[in-house]
């Protein structure tokens, strides 16, 4: 059981006995089972009556996540479960803007019957039905795709359907894992300063991360783009514009025809090596301790190193998280940059003491 949950939960309950009122960014983490929730249903804290969920959904105003899960289930829904409903901004998000609920397609009794409903064959790999409190399908069905964006991006849909704004944590998420899907391209740019030249680079529409380091004696960033957002030729332009492409290593032949037309300082790539203070402006505040997406880190370490709060990029959890770390420094806290986020989430867990 996670002990930040019991920090934060209390926190909130606490306020909204004062306030009487709860808005979306205010709701608890998950609870606490008595029991260790199985793997196949990750992190999220779910319900287990249709009846019970219908009624929530009613009140609150809020779409049912519906999962049908194997419990316990194969290779499949364990991944899917250790990996998609682990992921904690997912976890958030899902906790949230819906009511989570479970049911086991390899069960009988209650679980049996809401297969019946819904059509849904038992023994299946994992299903996902957005549903409202009459149980009508809101959008397609999630089935056969078990990936993150899949899950985000009906998330996003569903949230744009009911007039929502979209929290600026999911939305670069899901820029993040479209990318992951599709083709991301690698560009080495050297300039003066490659703290300075993170900053500036990574606030270029496109980009998805950055990192400071060396490469044949010159300080290089390596910045990790969409070519979809940008191309190859505009990204080193606009690198050129900011001071921040006195040379450009190609990392391939047509990066090197295309750099070619536009600098008069082309060569091909060496080894590169990363600097231990990349993302120099995070990495000199106490947000490093703080569990983030690749997407995320790139983009507050611009904003730290311009004067401004990155909390705009960061969840409401995170910020709770965070607020814990800035007011315990004496805790033995784990640099948290260039981490994968869930399992830097669950370290950082360790260290929070309600």
Not at 57 to 74: D, H, M, R, S, Y
Not at 79 to 88: A, D, E, F, K, R
Not at 322 to 345: R, S, V
């Amino acid at each position: 059981m996670s002990k930040l949950v019991i920090f934060i939960s209390l926190a909130v309950i606490s306020s909204s006995l004062i306030s009487k009122q709860k808005n979306q960014s205010e709701l608890p983490i998950s609870k606490s089972f008595d029991n260790p929730q199985p793997e196949e249903l990750g992190k999220v804290k779910w319900l287990r009556d249709i009846n019970v969920a219908t009624k929530q959904a009613a009140k609150t105003n809020k779409p049912i996540f519906l999962l049908f899960q194997e419990v316990p289930g194969c290779s499949t829904c364990r991944h899917y479960g250790n990996n998609v409903l682990s992921h904690p901004l997912i976890v958030e998000a899902i906790e949230t803007y819906f009511v989570p609920l479970a049911i086991f397609n390899n069960k009988g009794g209650k679980d049996k019957e809401v297969l019946n409903y819904f059509k849904e064959p038992a023994w299946n790999n994992p299903v996902v039905r957005f549903v409202d409190h009459q149980k009508k399908n809101l959008v397609s069905r999630i089935s056969g795709n078990y990936t993150p964006l899949a899950v985000v991006d009906n998330m996003i849909n569903i949230l744009k359907a009911q007039q929502i704004a979209i929290p600026k944590y999911l939305e670069l998420l899901k820029l993040e894992l479209e990318a992951q899907t599709g083709n991301t391209e690698t560009a080495y740019l050297s300039m003066y300063c490659f703290w300075t030249g993170e900053k500036k680079i990574a606030s270029i529409n496109g980009v998805l991360e950055t990192q400071a380091g060396f490469m044949g004696g010159r300080e290089v960033v390596k910045v990790i783009f969409d070519p979809e957002q940008v191309s190859y030729e505009s990204l080193v332009k606009q690198a050129q514009s900011q001071s921040c492409a006195s040379h450009v290593y190609s990392d391939n032949l047509i990066q090197q025809l295309t750099a070619e037309k536009v600098s008069d300082s082309v060569s091909e790539k060496k080894t590169w090596k990363q600097d231990k203070e990349t993302k120099y402006y995070l990495y000199k505040s106490s947000y490093k301790y703080l569990p983030m997406t690749r997407i995320q880190a790139t983009q507050a370490n611009r904003l730290i190193g311009t004067g401004q709060s990155p909390n705009a990029v960061l969840s409401p959890r995170q910020l709770a998280l965070l607020k814990y770390i800035q007011e315990n420094p004496g805790k033995d806290w784990t640099n948290a940059i260039n981490h994968d986020i869930t399992l830097a989430w669950e370290k950082a867990n360790q260290g929070v003491t309600p």
